[in-house]
């Protein structure tokens, strides 16, 4: 046991971790200045980026993620290895599937915002009728009250009826 910790705790083991951390704060302090340089000015676009990367780390840290990570680190450990960039690794890929989802959801947007322009018009039909249309039926429904209230008031009240003067 002492050997094995004597060799964990090695030059080299040192180095690599001191070398991981060193590059992941200077990756993030970099990414924070160029947020404060280009965002200076936008401050939806600021509180934006602390609201992602709040998020980033919140995400970082859920069940699913430890687990993978944990069990590669096992894995290595007993073949004997030193994991020390398992989790880096795991966050670069993920970081890279979500990049390219993104892009993808970004495109596929794109293209159907070019062909189907048409449909604008349709939904702005559609979604104006079902929102009128209970209104409509508040106003001219059988019974002539509705809760105690004319049709008169109910019709104003829902905007869609004019009052008798």
């Not at 401050?43 to 609201?51: E, F």
């Not at 209970?134 to 905007?159: T, V």
Request: hydrophobic share 50%.
């Amino acid at each position: 046991m002492q050997a094995r910790m004597n060799d964990i705790l090695s030059g080299n083991f040192r180095n690599r971790i001191v070398g991981i951390y060193g590059f992941l704060v200077a990756v993030n302090i970099g990414a924070w200045v160029w947020a404060i340089i280009a965002f200076h000015d936008k401050q939806v676009l600021m509180g934006t980026s602390v609201l992602a990367y709040t998020f980033g780390l919140r995400h970082a840290v859920d069940a699913d993620h430890i687990a993978a990570i944990d069990n590669v680190t096992r894995k290595l450990m007993q073949d004997g290895r030193r994991p020390v960039s398992v989790g880096f690794y795991f966050a670069i890929g993920h970081s890279t599937i979500v990049v390219i989802a993104a892009l993808v959801a970004y495109w596929t947007a794109s293209a159907a915002e070019k062909h189907f322009v048409f449909l604008k018009d349709i939904g702005g039909i559609v979604s104006t009728g079902c929102d009128r249309a209970p209104r409509a039926f508040y106003c001219w429904n059988d019974s002539g009250r509705h809760y105690g209230r004319s049709f008169d008031d109910w019709g104003i009240w829902l905007g869609v009826c004019e009052a008798d003067s």
